[in-house]
């Protein structure tokens, strides 16, 4: 675990070291900072654009946020650029199924009718 914000700030001034940004984006996804763990990873983005892990992570910070529709873009590009990545082919189809079941749901809830209850008017 890091001793933040002394190691984390050590961790930033070496922004070339791909492995200390991972594990700088790891502490902030254990804090639910998921904006800064984005950042980190963005940061590994811009020296190598099609890294496969770093775009993983940000489907994983997003999927968590519960912002499936953008962690489908990034497991989808990963998919496009290597499809024998890892499990990518078993993460897109659990998203797939999370989005479908709470579709599902939604849908399901537009067919409740609505019941409105007024009291009645003591006389």
Do not use: C
Not at 23 to 33: D, G, H, I, T, V
Not at 68 to 86: K, L, P, V
Not at 94 to 118: C, G, H, W
Request: charged share 35%; proline share 2%; aromatic share 10%.
């Amino acid at each position: 675990a890091l001793n933040f914000p002394a190691e984390a700030k050590e961790l930033l001034r070496r922004k070339e070291d791909r492995s200390a940004l991972f594990q700088l984006s790891e502490w902030y996804l254990k804090e639910s900072k998921w904006d800064s763990a984005h950042l980190t990873m963005n940061i590994v983005l811009e020296t190598k654009t099609d890294d496969k892990e770093a775009l993983l992570a940000k489907g994983a910070i997003d999927e968590k946020r519960g912002w499936f529709n953008r962690a489908m873009t990034y497991y989808q590009s990963i998919y496009e650029r290597d499809s024998t990545y890892g499990d990518i082919v078993s993460k897109i189809d659990l998203l797939n199924r999370k989005i479908a079941y709470l579709r599902k749901i939604r849908e399901s809830q537009k067919d409740v009718p609505i019941i409105d209850l007024e009291s009645k008017p003591v006389q």
